[in-house]
């Protein structure tokens, strides 16, 4: 049993009725467990999907803001000497046990 169980709110839909009778026939081929389910999963997945989309086209103005890839590029140098220590140590460690 799920340790975080959400209050549930009751509301009342219109659709098509081709969708409830599509609905359906996967509630009796057992793809979900009622039109409750299927529809909070239906809802769940779209809400994902339309967040995700944000966050895409948030990243998308990070390749052309110029202030990020400045900031990257500092990042980048900063951490330059320490990938190089870091792979040095790694070649030494490999020579030292072979």
């Given amino acids: 049993m799920d340790a975080h169980v959400e209050k549930m709110v009751r509301t009342t839909i ?11 026939r996967l509630i ?3 793809r979900a467990r009622n039109r409750t389910d299927l529809i909070t ?3 769940r997945h779209m809400i994902d999907q339309i967040n995700r989309e944000a966050d895409d ?4 103005l990070m390749a052309t ?3 990020y890839q400045h900031d990257t590029k500092v990042i ?3 951490l330059e000497q320490a990938q190089w220590e870091a792979f040095c140590a790694g070649e030494r460690s490999a020579a030292e046990g072979a």
């Fill in 65 to 67: 803001d110029p202030e």
């Fill in 14 to 24: 219109a659709a098509p009725s081709s969708l409830f009778e599509e609905a359906d």
């Fill in 76 to 78: 980048a140098g900063e």
């Fill in 41 to 43: 999963r239906a809802l």
């Fill in 57 to 60: 086209a948030e990243f998308a």
């Fill in 28 to 30: 009796r081929l057992g």
